[in-house]
């Protein structure tokens, strides 16, 4: 190698390196809490000419995986629970989360990469769009899912323009954003190169395209939400919010000379709170995700539940609660992640879950929460990796949660009107729009997502997930309470915006009203056309690539 190509592979080598931490430094600080949200207009633009400008695989996936690395140590710092180190099994699958997941980005850049190299890059260009956002789609449906970085959930905090989500779903969102960075792409590529003037009709087209993409939204979005500012004629729901401040690891006993000494002072301030918040004459007060923190509903239990029941009917007041629920099996039916019982010589399963209690009723069906945190509350595909089930628990023995299967619609009494129907969800699950959307199918008229967030400690992680309701806020057009054990709690409108908000870290309870609605949006009624849609075409452009490389080498084989 000659000098001259040396130090020409050493700029290259650079200039590399730079779009690679442009790529990943945009792209992480256009999600919440950061408000810079309209980085992620420009974000993809770095790996587009990475894609473009890099001529082997081994050297474009390298320069990805530093990207996306980055990329996940900006927004997802938090997942370790690397401010206190209070859990070392949390410590670990933070690490492999950010380490690992970045891998999967792999799938819409080789995939373009490939139809550059087959199609060229008017192809690859045309296809990346679909193939980002199909690989979005596809990532959120198997038990491996992790949607939280879906690039539409950057823009959480710019209510007017998500407004379109009622049409499209957040993955409609992405590819608008996506489109977006190729235009931008395209833009800047040839401006740079001098292959366009600034003001020659491709590059003024190109500039109309995007002021399009990036206006019309924007004006919709202002339209639609003054259309939410009063409505009239539906029914009214009194809510109430009780935000406890629990230590979620004190919840579970650690502190205390034994766990029911945490778990009566803990049934103390909610029973307090709730007795304070029933002279509202509410219709529902919500406690957080495992606000019971033992198994309450066993006949073993019948005193604490006797006593429960008793605070509830009291208050004349329905509440709805997280709290662990087990179910006792035999050899016969005994799920993969069932725990043997010697002294009850029967397998056990316990879920993460939630029921509504009504005053002088017993309580209704018990929700059993569907999506959980792979690793952290259920091994993926348990049972092909039963294996793996004794060693992934957490300290606070939560690494093995029973998968639910139902999506419950709850029956709710209110006071002065007819009764109203709603469906409850825990935590994660509110990340998955397609998961959302199936309780508004079923007939919810609003919605309740049950949080418990402190394990991270004051860091983006609660903020990124309270802002991501306000996208199926708007994706459903329902009304959202939210419920978290240290906060943020709030109620959201099917706008998107949020009252009552709280802080973080603060011991609470307020009331306010909701209105029970019944209006399907075409994203309700149709689903994930734009992300079904998208991984579609990726698909078929891949293939199509392939087999068009493979029979051009047909000839001369033969």
């Known amino acids: 190698m000659t000098l001259a190509s040396a130090v020409n592979e050493n700029m290259h080598r650079r200039s590399y390196l730079i779009l690679a931490i442009a790529c990943g430094l945009m792209l992480g600080f256009a999600f919440p809490p950061s408000p810079f949200y309209s980085l992620a207009y420009l974000g993809l633009v770095p790996l587009l000419f990475l894609i473009t400008r890099i001529d082997t695989l081994g050297s474009l996936l390298r320069y990805t995986y530093f990207s996306m690395v980055l990329f996940h140590v900006v927004t997802l ?204 004459s509410l219709d529902m007060v919500v406690w957080p995700e495992t606000a019971i923190p033992f198994y309450i509903l066993l006949p073993q239990n019948a005193e604490f539940y006797n006593q429960l029941k ?59 929460k569907v999506v959980l945190v792979p690793f952290a509350e259920r091994v993926p595909y348990a049972e092909t990796f039963s294996f793996l089930i004794d060693v992934v628990r957490w300290s606070v023995g939560l690494g093995s949660w029973g998968k639910g299967t139902d999506r419950i619609v709850y029956t709710l009494p209110t006071r002065n009107g007819p009764t109203v129907r709603f469906s409850g969800m825990i935590c994660y699950e509110l990340v998955f729009p397609h998961y959302v959307r199936q309780f508004v199918r079923n007939g919810a008229q609003f919605l309740v997502v049950i949080s418990n967030d402190s394990w991270w400690g004051n860091t983006s992680g609660a903020r990124q997930l309270a802002a991501y309701t306000s996208l199926r806020a708007v994706e459903t057009r329902r009304w959202i309470v939210r419920c978290a054990n240290g906060g943020i709690s709030g109620i959201i409108d099917p706008a998107g915006r949020v009252y009552n908000e709280t802080d973080m870290y603060t011991r609470v309870a307020f009331s306010g009203a909701l209105k029970a609605l019944d209006e399907e949006t075409v994203y309700v009624h149709y689903g994930d056309i734009a992300g079904a849609g998208s991984a579609a075409i990726g698909l078929i452009g891949l293939a199509g690539a392939i087999i068009r490389k493979r029979r051009g080498r047909e000839p001369d084989a033969s």
């Not at 919840?251 to 803990?266: C, D, L, M, T, V």
């Not at 016969?332 to 002294?343: F, Q, R, V």
């Not at 509504?356 to 018990?366: A, D, Q, S, T």
């Open 310 to 368: 008793h605070e509830i009917d009291f208050a004349a007041t329905p509440v709805f609660t997280g709290l662990p629920d087990g179910v006792y099996m035999d050899s016969s039916n005994a799920t993969a992640t069932a725990k043997w019982l010697p002294h009850a010589q029967r397998f056990f399963e316990g879920y993460n879950a939630a029921t509504l209690f009504v005053p002088y009723e017993r309580h209704g069906p018990v929700y059993h």
């Open 77 to 280: 710092y938090w997942v370790g629970g690397f401010t206190h180190l209070r859990d070392q099994y949390l410590v670990i699958t933070g690490f492999g989360l950010m380490l690992i997941h970045p891998l999967f980005y792999w799938i819409p850049v080789v995939g373009t990469w490939v139809i550059l190299k087959r199609w060229g890059e008017q192809a690859a260009l045309f296809i990346f769009p679909f193939l980002w956002v199909g690989f979005e789609y596809a990532h959120g449906l198997g038990e491996f899912s992790f949607p939280w970085l879906t690039l539409g959930n950057s823009q959480a905090y710019d209510l007017n323009r998500i407004q379109i989500l009622e049409y499209t779903s957040v993955y409609g969102l992405s590819l608008l954003l996506a489109v977006f960075n190729v235009l931008s792409f395209i833009l800047l590529r040839n401006l740079s190169e001098r292959m366009w003037r600034i003001l020659s009709g491709k590059s003024l087209s190109v500039i109309m395209s995007l002021l399009c993409l990036y206006l019309i939204p924007l004006v919709y979005g202002v339209m639609r939400q003054e259309s939410f500012d009063a409505l009239d004629g539906d029914t009214t729901v009194a809510v109430g919010v009780v935000q406890p401040d629990i230590d979620p690891f004190e919840k579970w006993g650690e502190g205390y000379a034994s766990e029911w000494e945490s778990y009566a002072r803990q049934l103390t301030i909610l029973y307090e709170h709730t007795r304070t918040l029933s002279r509202d």
